[in-house]
């Protein structure tokens, strides 16, 4: 199926065909790779399990069925470019690009220290200064994209994974299937995300910026502290008019002892008005972040039961699956040269239906 054409700037050019280094990698994929089994599927995409031949190493493969790019061409490629210029010690970084006649392969940094909330639960301590810490490294991240012009728009703890198994592994940004560059001008007003964390003004359907980012750190700081979401309705339009209020609570007994500080920075970053709502630079200077008010008392007993209530395995999974990596690795340490069991076993479950995303539309109006 001939290349496809994608605009690039003003000459329209096939994928693999121009200036850009990362486009150049057309050789075959499985010469470099092995593909050893899938971590998970997405909508348009499966992340697969690679090891490097040449070092032995593993990484994670997002292979891209072109059928599926058809009309999308810019849109991968804008991810592309966006994944390409992003080095950070707290965000998944692209490593290489291959392109076959069908696929698009990227071929992604392996995180394999497993899901946020598995790791609190499987705590036995747990404190507002690891939340703290927690939301220091996001905030750290997200500020690097917004200094580089990207807003990521999907920022939510399933997007959250550990870099390794290490009682102090850093955490990592891991989706960017939502990023956009904030153009010069370009109005960024496509409704995305999921419903729990998104702005009140990305739902108004009013022109949106970085701000949106920093009120979804916002959401996920509320939970790191309660392990529930601050909106919650199973009827999506009393979601929504919820979060477009900002109507939330700091309920007790959940909240009975949990600083002023924290809940002064939740405030902040959680703020209806998009204009005075804290910046990545104004939250790492909050004294819960930079100070020392974050409490050290153990929060673990209540926030863990919570998480489990909340969150439901199968609502939270996500297009990988961290486990199986971890699955994998292990396997590769025991065995000998010796394939282990069937990859089938560690396919992910059908995605749950009740799972709710808010599907991208376009503001016709703008």
């Known amino acids: 199926m001939g290349n496809h054409i994608v605009s690039d700037g003003h000459n329209k050019m096939p ?3 121009d200036c850009h280094a990362w486009k150049k990698k057309t050789s075959d994929v499985k010469e470099k790779y092995d593909f050893k089994e899938i ?7 499966e992340v697969v399990l690679a090891e ?16 599926a790019l058809e009309g999308k061409e810019n849109s991968i490629e804008n991810e592309i470019a966006v994944l390409h210029k992003i080095k950070h010690p707290n965000i998944v970084s692209l490593e290489d690009i291959f392109e076959s006649k069908s696929h698009l392969y990227l071929v992604m940094q392996l995180v394999s220290g497993g899901e946020l909330f598995d790791r609190i639960i499987e705590k036995g301590f747990y404190t507002e200064k690891d939340a703290s810490k927690l939301i220091q490294q996001i905030l750290d991240a997200v500020k690097y994209l917004h200094d580089l012009g990207i807003v990521h728009r999907d920022l939510k ?5 550990y870099d390794s198994i290490d009682e102090d592994s850093k ?7 939502l990023s956009k560059i904030e153009g010069s001008g370009s109005v960024m007003s496509t409704a995305c995300g999921t419903p729990g964390y998104v702005a009140p003004e990305v739902l108004a359907q009013k022109p949106y ?3 949106v980012d920093c009120w979804s750190i916002g959401v996920i700081a509320y939970i790191l502290l309660c392990g529930y979401p601050p909106f919650y309705d199973e009827n ?8 477009l209020k900002a109507e939330y609570e700091f309920d007790s007994p959940y909240w009975d002892d949990i600083s002023d500080s924290a809940k002064d920075f939740i405030i902040h970053l959680m703020e209806k008005n998009p204009d005075v709502r804290y910046t990545c630079e104004q939250a790492l200077q909050h004294p819960w972040i930079a100070g020392d008010t974050a409490l050290d008392k153990n929060i673990h007993e209540s926030v863990s039961a919570q998480i489990k209530k909340n969150f439901a395995k199968s609502k939270w999974k996500q297009a990988f699956n961290a486990t199986a990596v971890i699955r994998h690795m292990r396997r590769l340490q025991l065995s000998t040269g010796i394939e282990g069991p069937s990859p089938t076993h560690l396919l ?9 995303t808010l599907h991208c539309h376009q503001n016709s109006s703008v």
Do not use: W, Y
């Not at 971590?39 to 995409?45: C, K, P, V």
């Open 348 to 356: 992910m479950p059908e995605e749950d239906p009740e799972a709710r």
């Open 15 to 17: 994928l693999g065909q």
């Open 236 to 243: 999506d339009a009393k979601l929504f008019e919820q979060i």
């Open 39 to 45: 971590l998970g599927t997405g909508a348009f995409s």
């Open 209 to 211: 910026s970085k701000a």
């Open 171 to 177: 955490i990592m940004i891991s989706d960017f299937g």
């Open 157 to 161: 703890p399933e997007n959250l994974l």
């Open 52 to 67: 490097e031949k040449r070092t032995h190493r593993l990484v994670a493969i997002k292979c891209i069925p072109k059928k």
